[in-house]
């Protein structure tokens, strides 16, 4: 993509380009030309045959009139409103954050109480935003309880877009939740501040001397001796649907005896990689200093087992 977007940047230095956020917005340049090129005909018409000159006036306003003219635009009746509870430096977020009317909901109801918001509405879906719809879908709390690092979250569970109830139970089960009553907009619930996740810098990248695949997507790193290892970390980019909910990550010494020395959801890690690097979306999973020459990561698709990497 960056190959064929990088020849045209020269653009950007002409007045009014970088104002089209999108290629369709080139429209607006043909209808100004075109109107640019009329106008020079109706002039040079005018000067020979006034006649027909105002014949094609009269003929161009009317279908302007034709094609401008709207029947009343059915509009929905705006959210209610609801006091939240009065909990100091707050986020909110609405659920499902992958219903449209919930989060247009949550954007309306964002300018009557000015609490920052999660959910958000255009025609463009950053990373995280993505990869918070999957995780809620997938039920993985570390999502939501990313967002109430350092600070608290308010949680809305939208009732009508919850039929069966499933994202009622998935918030009520999150641990230190706090519910909050009800309102027009559903179930209130509080996450309080936690404190911040601190990702340890990566040391020295360490290479690996072999991978091996193994049943039920396991994948093997052999280091080719013993070392300190304190981070695996591999980029997700656009693949955090096909990760796993829950990722492990075994080592050992001889290949034999394994022992576990991380276990999580993937939510938190995706999404604070997303929110650091849109592209690459790096995902790090920091080790108690482990002493190992093999590392088994599991469930591991095809396309992990070509990005993983291990630094001391």
Same mark, same amino acid.
């Given at each position: 993509?960056?190959?064929?977007?990088?020849?045209?940047?020269?653009?950007?230095?002409?007045?009014? /380009?970088?104002?089209?956020? !999108?290629?369709?917005? /080139?429209?607006?340049?043909?209808?100004?030309?075109?109107?640019?090129?009329?106008?020079?005909?109706?002039?040079?018409?005018?000067?020979?045959?006034?006649?027909?000159?105002?014949?094609?006036?009269?003929?161009?306003?009317?279908?302007?009139?034709?094609?401008?003219?709207?029947?009343?635009?059915?509009?929905?009746?705006?959210?209610?409103?609801?006091?939240?509870?009065?909990?100091?430096?707050?986020?909110?977020?609405?659920?499902?954050?992958?219903?449209?009317?919930?989060?247009?909901?949550?954007?309306?109801?964002?300018?009557?109480?000015?609490?920052?918001? $999660?959910?958000?509405?255009?025609?463009?879906? &950053?990373?995280?935003?993505?990869?918070?719809?999957?995780?809620?879908?997938?039920?993985?709390?570390?999502?939501?309880?990313?967002?109430?690092?350092?600070?608290?979250?308010?949680?809305?569970?939208?009732?009508?877009?919850?039929?069966?109830?499933?994202?009622?139970?998935?918030?009520? !089960?999150?641990?230190?939740?706090?519910?909050?009553?009800?309102?027009?907009?559903?179930?209130?619930?509080?996450?309080?501040?936690?404190?911040?996740?601190?990702?340890? &810098?990566?040391?020295?990248?360490?290479?690996?001397?072999?991978?091996?695949?193994?049943?039920?997507?396991?994948?093997?790193?052999?280091?080719?001796?013993?070392?300190?290892?304190?981070?695996?970390? /591999?980029?997700?980019?656009?693949?955090?649907?096909?990760?796993?909910?829950? $990722?492990?990550?075994?080592?050992?010494?001889?290949?034999?005896?394994?022992?576990?020395?991380?276990?999580?959801?993937?939510? !938190? &890690?995706?999404?604070?990689?997303?929110?650091?690097?849109?592209?690459?979306?790096?995902?790090?999973?920091? $080790? &108690?200093?482990?002493?190992?020459?093999?590392?088994?990561?599991?469930?591991?698709?095809?396309?992990?087992?070509?990005?993983?990497?291990?630094?001391?």
């Amino acid at each position: 993509m960056q190959a064929l977007v990088r020849p045209y940047t020269w653009l950007t230095v002409l007045p009014g /380009f970088s104002g089209l956020r !999108a290629p369709s917005r /080139f429209a607006m340049l043909a209808c100004l030309s075109l109107s640019v090129a009329a106008a020079l005909g109706v002039s040079r018409m005018r000067s020979r045959r006034r006649a027909l000159t105002a014949l094609l006036a009269v003929v161009a306003l009317a279908g302007l009139c034709l094609d401008g003219w709207t029947d009343p635009i059915p509009l929905r009746a705006p959210p209610g409103r609801f006091l939240l509870p009065d909990v100091r430096d707050a986020v909110v977020v609405e659920l499902p954050v992958d219903d449209s009317f919930v989060n247009t909901a949550a954007m309306y109801r964002a300018m009557l109480h000015g609490r920052p918001t $999660l959910n958000g509405y255009s025609g463009h879906t &950053p990373p995280h935003f993505r990869i918070l719809e999957s995780a809620v879908r997938r039920e993985d709390p570390s999502s939501l309880l990313f967002f109430a690092r350092g600070r608290p979250l308010i949680i809305v569970v939208n009732g009508q877009s919850d039929e069966n109830g499933d994202m009622l139970r998935f918030v009520s !089960a999150l641990e230190g939740v706090e519910e909050h009553g009800s309102s027009t907009a559903g179930s209130i619930f509080v996450l309080r501040a936690r404190p911040k996740g601190q990702t340890a &810098p990566a040391g020295a990248r360490l290479p690996i001397a072999a991978v091996t695949r193994q049943p039920r997507e396991h994948v093997v790193l052999d280091l080719g001796h013993s070392d300190i290892i304190r981070t695996v970390a /591999f980029p997700v980019r656009w693949h955090y649907d096909e990760m796993g909910s829950r $990722l492990a990550v075994e080592a050992s010494d001889d290949g034999t005896t394994w022992k576990t020395v991380w276990e999580d959801w993937t939510a !938190a &890690p995706a999404l604070a990689g997303a929110l650091e690097n849109q592209k690459e979306v790096p995902f790090r999973i920091t $080790l &108690p200093d482990v002493q190992a020459r093999y590392l088994r990561v599991h469930p591991a698709p095809p396309w992990l087992e070509r990005e993983l990497s291990v630094f001391r």
